[in-house]
């Protein structure tokens, strides 16, 4: 008796360990869940901002002295960016690029200041319908065209940092076509 005790008990703490451990690896996942959306949000509230500060009559602005010359008007920054996560979000989901986003560009039917922060606010959106579908498996999904990674390595978390590497970068020219028209922005006012 004393010995099927034993086993019985013994069975108990090995599937007490195994509860505890799938527990454990489910927190950490949840965690790296978590700081991923979290720098999201950071972002997010960062790009809408700056996009909301910038004056409408200014969306049509781009410098253009030196190495500045042919680039993006600041409603085509926007635009881009916005059409990209909604591609990479796709991506990530499984699903096929919105039509809308062209090759990048965004869709050529918005160009007022309020059509094109809508479109870019549905960008994280959908981006964030996207991180709350991170596993710890992280399944290979289908790649887009448009990233670095194709065939089968391309999956759900590293499509989701690309685009989060994307953001910030648009994000930093968006700051200076802010203040090369004296707009300080949002993130950094006090």
Do not use: C, W
């Amino acid at each position: 008796m004393k010995k099927l005790q034993s086993i019985l008990i013994s069975l108990l703490l090995i599937a007490i360990n195994n509860i505890v451990l799938a527990q454990a690896e489910n927190k950490v996942e949840n965690r790296d869940k978590a700081a991923i959306e979290t720098l999201f949000r950071i972002i997010e509230k960062q790009v809408v901002s700056a996009a909301e500060a910038m004056p409408a009559d200014k969306y049509s602005f781009a410098p253009a002295a030196g190495e500045f010359k042919g680039v993006r008007i600041f409603a085509e920054q926007i635009k881009h960016l916005a059409a990209t996560n909604h591609i990479l979000a796709a991506a990530a989901l499984g699903e096929d690029p919105p039509a809308d986003a062209g090759d990048e560009k965004g869709p050529d039917t918005i160009h007022t200041k309020e059509e094109i922060v809508s479109y870019l606010k549905g960008s994280f959106d959908h981006l964030h319908q996207a991180i709350d579908k991170l596993d710890e498996k992280n399944p290979r999904v289908k790649s887009s065209p448009i990233s670095p990674f194709q065939g089968d390595s391309a999956t759900r978390l590293g499509l989701i940092v690309e685009a989060l590497l994307h953001t910030y970068d648009h994000y930093g020219q968006m700051v200076e076509y802010l203040r090369m028209n004296g707009v300080i922005p949002p993130a950094s006012r006090n």
